[in-house]
């Protein structure tokens, strides 16, 4: 057991852990944030997206050992200050069903317009195709990112 100083959503902590826990563990089991969700375990689905200084990661196969120092942001984070355009524009697109991988959805996606505040459909469907819905909800997807990319800019 080793000590990890960690810095998520913006408050700094001392966390002991094995050095390859996953991070999702730490998120979900230690620091008791359970809106990064398991999906699979090995990095495909996307459910368990969370931004790891700043960056799109997957926290299930992310180890404790390489964050150290480095800022985490996970789904609970991201509305800190209140909904993003991105969040509210998920909402008014009616973008889930059953919602287990709507955390990680919503996160690729924030990654992704922070970087390209104006992208095309097609860039949109493209940086989105690592993240997997059972229910099929990429066009509501799709068409949510663009709807915040536009509330963005007429802000």
């Known amino acids: 057991m080793n000590s990890y100083n960690i810095k998520i959503n913006g408050k700094e902590y001392t966390i002991d852990a094995v050095p390859n826990m996953p991070l999702l563990w ?73 919602g287990y991988c709507q955390s990680g959805q919503i996160m690729s996606a ?15 469907i493209s940086h989105m195709a690592g993240n997997i819905c059972r229910c099929g909800t990429y066009p509501r997807i799709v068409k949510a990112i663009l709807k915040a990319s536009k509330m963005n800019q007429s802000k």
């Open 26 to 98: 730490v998120i979900r089991d230690i620091m008791d944030l359970t809106g990064t969700k398991y999906g699979c375990g090995s990095g495909f689905c996307g459910a368990c997206t969370i931004h790891l200084d700043g960056k799109p990661t997957r926290s299930c196969i992310t180890t404790i050992s390489t964050v150290e120092n480095k800022e985490i942001l996970t789904i609970e984070g991201l509305t800190l200050n209140g909904f993003t355009a991105l969040q509210q524009a998920w909402l008014e697109e009616e973008v889930p069903q059953c």
């Open 110 to 124: 924030q990654a992704f317009l922070n970087d390209n505040p104006s992208p095309s459909k097609e860039a949109i």
